[in-house]
């Protein structure tokens, strides 16, 4: 189910954000002209993703920085995954579908 949560205008100026969706933390990221969705809580140890930064492209966490791909939530150098969401742009909104915890 696609849920609207921010304005894309938003995430321009701030480049990244938390939003709460069905009792679910989730981090939206900017990264060139795409936006991703990854569960905030990181599968390391739970700090918030969305508090951390992008770096080339990546998602660091700024619990003990590792980072992520954006768009498959894999952890670099690492079998970890970061659980992700599919995202869209419609009018200026981004919506988000939350995937099912696995
Ligand atoms: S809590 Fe995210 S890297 Fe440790």
Same mark, same amino acid.
């Given at each position: 189910? $696609? ?6 205008? *938003? ?7 938390? %939003?709460?969706? @069905? @009792?679910?933390? %989730?981090? /939206? ?10 569960? *905030?809580? =990181? ?10 930064? /992008?770096?080339? @492209?990546? %998602?660091? =966490?700024?619990?003990?920085? $590792? ?12 079998? *970890? =995954? ?9 009018? @200026? ?10």
């Amino acid at each position: 189910m $696609w849920t609207a949560t921010v304005p894309f205008a *938003d995430l321009v100026r701030r480049r990244k954000t938390r %939003v709460e969706l @069905g @009792g679910r933390a %989730v981090a /939206l990221f900017l990264v060139g002209e795409r936006v991703f969705a990854l569960d *905030d809580e =990181c599968v390391h140890k739970g700090r918030s993703l969305s508090r951390g930064t /992008l770096w080339q @492209g990546q %998602v660091v =966490c700024p619990g003990h920085q $590792w980072k992520f791909d954006p768009e498959t939530g894999a952890a670099e150098d690492r079998d *970890d =995954c970061q659980p992700v969401h599919d995202v869209r742009v419609v009018d @200026g909104v981004v919506y988000v579908a939350v995937r099912p915890r696995s």
